[in-house]
């Protein structure tokens, strides 16, 4: 039986896949990269912004097409928009089977059950806000633990979630909704994952977390932190760089884990600390427990610590009540910044949020548009300073593989394909160098820059 997988959303969304993957194919599933050759489909979906639910309903709409001479074909939809959407989802004529993020470990039962069945089936938390029961975080960490190794995505590399849900409630966000309460994984769980990735060859970790800053697991006397897991994490053999994403912005253990980036080689100098406004009022409006100023002097602090630190950050324009003056505080706040890149969203209403609920959606949509653009300009001219500053430098590089996208890089050669990779701050470097680099650490001489790539020579 071949599985057909296709992933919309954030890296936690991507290492779920990975985990359901790994657990299909131990089930005797092999895994195909067309729909044709497929006897199962599977859609990892994001409730994030309105634009990713549409892309997986049109998805289903083709799938639905498909079915028509393929009656057979099995759809199974996990992740975000099958917790929230649930039975609903369930009675779109293309899908068999809705599977939330708590109920990934029953995966390979439910696709088994559907093919021999032939019965359409829903496996979602009924109250997501209760604090989840001890059978189901149980069942979440062995199948954590049994399929974490095997994340074959990017050569080298890998990433181990640290936490699961967000008891933040931002405004506008859905994720508490769909990912339900706050729950930091055992340390000793997370190292022991982390070791056996060494061993598996895998160079850098990424620690996933909704607001992975705020990890916390209280043992005995003993309260862990992020900067506990990344100290011992930065013991670990083989282990080179080890990263985090992504982080609130607030006090509660910030100088810790600055102190353990400043202290450790291994703890990358990279930072995304999303602000979403510079504007006070607006950040109350969206529940957002800090004040521009506030978020500025974190980022002084950061700046203090680790002197060659690399920000990034997130934005939501277009937020209900944001008028010219408050975007013009945004404008102002990525000014103060100087990240070297940010994420800039339009808001887009979620059902079930506070802001949905309380809020009117009032700002139209060709403002969002203009200003999103606007903030996008600002930000380029920042990143292109920032980026201008490696010309003839040269950086250490995680070759992650073939480049994507076709870049206008000068030196093609024989066997040396464009390379994508990225500096231990998170640039973006592509360079010509053989294939069998990927998931290899290299030097590189920067001979061209632009605002979000740096282009290179290998050394
Ligand atoms: N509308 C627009 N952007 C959103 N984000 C989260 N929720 C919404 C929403 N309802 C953005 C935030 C967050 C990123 C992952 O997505 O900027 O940091
Ligand atoms: Fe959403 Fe806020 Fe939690 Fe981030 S911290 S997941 S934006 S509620």
């Not at 790994?22 to 990892?44: M, Q, Y």
């Not at 600002?378 to 992650?400: C, Y």
Request: aromatic share 8%.
């Amino acid at each position: 039986m071949n599985v057909f997988l296709q992933t919309y959303g954030c890296q936690m969304n991507k290492l779920d896949t990975a985990l359901v993957s790994s657990a299909l194919r131990e089930a005797g599933f092999s895994l195909t990269d067309s729909v044709k050759e497929s006897d199962v489909v599977l859609i990892n979906t994001c409730s994030v912004r309105e634009h990713a639910e549409q892309r997986v309903f049109s998805h289903l709409g083709h799938l639905k097409h498909i079915k028509e001479t393929r009656p057979n074909l099995i759809v199974a939809v996990i992740g975000c928009m099958a917790q929230r959407l649930g039975a609903n989802l369930l009675d779109h004529e293309a899908v068999d089977i809705v599977c939330g993020p708590a109920q990934i470990p029953q995966i390979t039962e439910l696709v088994k059950k559907a093919i021999n069945e032939k019965q359409k089936n829903l496996a979602v938390t009924e109250k997501i806000r209760q604090k989840t029961n001890d059978y189901q975080t149980d069942a979440l960490e062995k199948f954590e633990s049994a399929y974490g190794i095997e994340d074959k995505r990017i050569p080298g590399q890998a990433f181990v979630r640290v936490m699961r849900g967000c008891n933040n409630f931002c405004s506008y966000c859905v994720v508490p909704y769909v990912r339900g309460p706050e729950v930091s994984r055992p340390p000793a769980k997370i190292i022991e994952q982390i070791k056996k990735l060494a061993e598996a060859g895998v160079k850098q970790v990424t620690l996933l977390g909704q607001r992975v800053n705020a990890y916390k697991y209280t043992a005995g006397e003993k309260i862990h932190c992020l900067a506990d897991l990344l100290e011992t994490a930065s013991d670990i053999n083989g282990i080179e760089w080890l990263r985090f994403v992504t982080n609130y912005p607030s006090e509660e253990f910030f100088d810790e884990i600055l102190q353990v980036m400043a202290d450790s080689p291994k703890v990358c100098n990279y930072l995304h600390i999303p602000a979403q406004s510079g504007s006070d009022k607006i950040l109350h409006a969206m529940n957002r427990h800090y004040t521009a100023k506030q978020y500025l002097e974190l980022l002084d602090k950061a700046r203090a610590a680790v002197a060659d630190i690399a920000i990034a950050g997130d934005f939501i324009v277009g937020f209900p009540g944001e008028i010219e003056e408050d975007f013009q505080a945004t404008v102002d706040l990525v000014h103060k910044a100087r990240y070297k890149n940010c994420f800039i969203f339009k808001y887009s209403p979620r059902p079930g949020t506070t802001a949905d609920k309380g809020l009117k959606d009032d700002v139209p949509i060709e403002v969002k548009k203009r200003r999103n653009t606007e903030l996008l300009a600002v930000q380029e001219t920042i990143s292109g300073q920032l980026s201008r500053d490696f010309l003839g430098k040269e950086v250490k590089i995680l070759v992650e593989g073939p480049s994507k996208k076709p870049h206008l890089n000068s030196a093609v050669g024989e066997g040396r394909p464009q390379l994508v990779g990225r500096t231990a701050r998170d640039y973006i470097v592509v360079f010509n160098g053989p294939a069998s680099l990927a998931g290899e650490f290299v030097r590189v001489k920067i001979i061209k820059t632009s605002p979000l790539t740096l282009f290179g020579e290998l050394m």
